[in-house]
């Protein structure tokens, strides 16, 4: 998975996004898709979806805030297959979570290196938009202009 950044898709009235060749070629047939954060579709390799299983299975089962994450990362997971002609199913459950609407959303699969995310294309540009103040901070204690120290004292 290294092919980094954003493709956008027209979702077929089936909920099937057609993957560019590039990223199908590097996916394999079986992936498995969650809930993920901030409203997108979490796509995972089945080794992904395998350390999180190791992971969240490391704690009690009644913990209520793992319970949490095992509902939304575990609880809403299913596999798909991408088929001969490049298609991803999205299934209705996970739709209606992104916002992607059949036959009228496009949809935004995004490559981030350590995983892949399909939005609503509108939703992501919202969020995005959102969070532009948020990453601005962000960017300055990551690359310098700011110390760490004077990002806590901008923050309160």
């Not at 805030?65 to 001969?84: A, F, Y």
Request: glycine letters at 8%.
């Amino acid at each position: 998975m290294s092919m980094l950044g954003a493709t956008i898709h027209s979702v077929d009235s089936s909920g099937r996004v057609t993957l560019k060749e590039e990223q199908s070629r590097r996916l394999p047939e079986m992936v498995f898709l969650a809930q993920g954060w901030d409203g997108c579709v979490l796509l995972m390799l089945e080794q992904q979806l395998n350390d999180l299983k190791a992971v969240l299975g490391q704690y009690g089962i009644l913990d209520p805030d793992v319970d949490d994450m095992r509902r939304m990362l575990l609880g809403t997971c299913c596999e798909s297959k991408i088929d001969g002609q490049r298609r991803l199913k999205l299934p209705e459950a996970l739709r209606d979570w992104a916002g992607i609407i059949p036959g009228e959303s496009r949809a935004l699969v995004m490559d981030l290196g350590t995983r892949y995310e399909v939005w609503e294309e509108n939703r992501y540009r919202t969020y995005m938009d959102s969070k532009a103040p948020q990453l601005r901070n962000v960017a300055r204690r990551l690359f310098g202009s700011v110390q760490p120290e004077e990002a806590e004292d901008e923050a309160e």
